[in-house]
């Protein structure tokens, strides 16, 4: 499997933020310097790609992305989408439009929601099971656009549209990747029939092997083959030049979300663990501080289970020996972004990723893994 290392960049610093303490990344604002800077630092240091998230008050991730490329060569663009807000068939025309601009350099992550109140901030009163199912329908929407040389009727349960065409196709083929994620069974299933990369965050090596497995006895329920579907795991990785300096980086970064008791863009803790993953997050912490050889759970325990913050703790030989174990179990695409998240992304250039990609590259070789 070829690996694929992606990163996640941001609109604007949060200056307000102390260094090492940044929980999230997409909120504060916008600098159109700092984009460039940012996706250019991600690029330099070995990237295929980086996300731009999507939060109910950010700033519009496509044109973000649209930037960004303006400013990079080779870097990649990961664009979180939630359905709901925009009609499939405009943003099928919207994406195989960037997609063409960029040659390429364009993937779509479709998030089926926050929890309820996050999603009521942009009008969308949808439960969870209500969302999982829009972004079912939405999802194959788009891939019958992208595919599809004539026009196409269509009346869903979410959406409805009479001889709807698209006078371009993606550049890539056959279609622009779906990435999808969720820890729920509806979710399983969804990803099951419709994504390209299944996303998970950073649990434990069983459990996300077992996730793994799971999809794939539905992938072969629903007549889908094994290869069909990629799997991605994200994590925090905290990189320094001992194993010592790593933990007392932990500690502190910890101490600094604890002191400032900082919350996700999400709003409340409650609201955060509607979430199944970020429940699943906050159960596995509880097992204790430190899973597998270096998965520091802490962080993710107080912030709620809010989003990728699982954090791989040591050097980096260290670190890229637990990412390469994520590989070994089907991880093709690891998803990796720091607290300090500018520096990190500079930082990790110089020694994790030429050393996690070479250790990928003899364990494939090794393996007859292509």
Known sequence: MKPEIIGMIGPKSDESVSKGREVHVIGGGIDPDYIAAFSKAHEDSGFDKVLVGYSSSSADGFLIALHAAANTTKLGYLI???????SPTVLARKVATLDHLTKGRIALH???????SEQQRDGDFLNHTERYNRSEEFMEILKKLWMSSSEIDHSGEYYKFI??????????????????????????????????????????????????????????ANGRNKNDIKFSVSTRPIVAESEKEAWDMAHEILDGVLKTNQRSMHGSGKERLQSVGAKNLVDFAKQGDILDDRLYMPIAAATGGSGNTTALVGTADQVSD???????????????RGFDPFNDAVYWGKELIPLLREKIKNYSNQNKDY
Request: aromatic share 10%.
């Open 322 to 336: 637990s990412l390469l174990n994520y590989y070994k179990i089907g991880c093709s695409t690891l998803l990796i």
């Open 80 to 86: 979180a989408h939630r359905p709901g807000f925009v």
């Open 163 to 220: 001889q709807a065409k698209s006078d371009i196709n993606c550049f890539q083929t056959p279609h622009v990747p779906l990435y999808f994620g969720g820890a729920s069974e509806i979710a399983l299933d969804v990803a099951t029939r419709q994504c390209d990369v299944f996303a998970m965050w950073g649990e434990p090596l069983g459990a996300v092997s077992a996730k793994i497995d799971a999809i794939k006895t539905r992938m072969k």
């Open 110 to 116: 479709i998030i089926s929601g926050g929890g309820d």
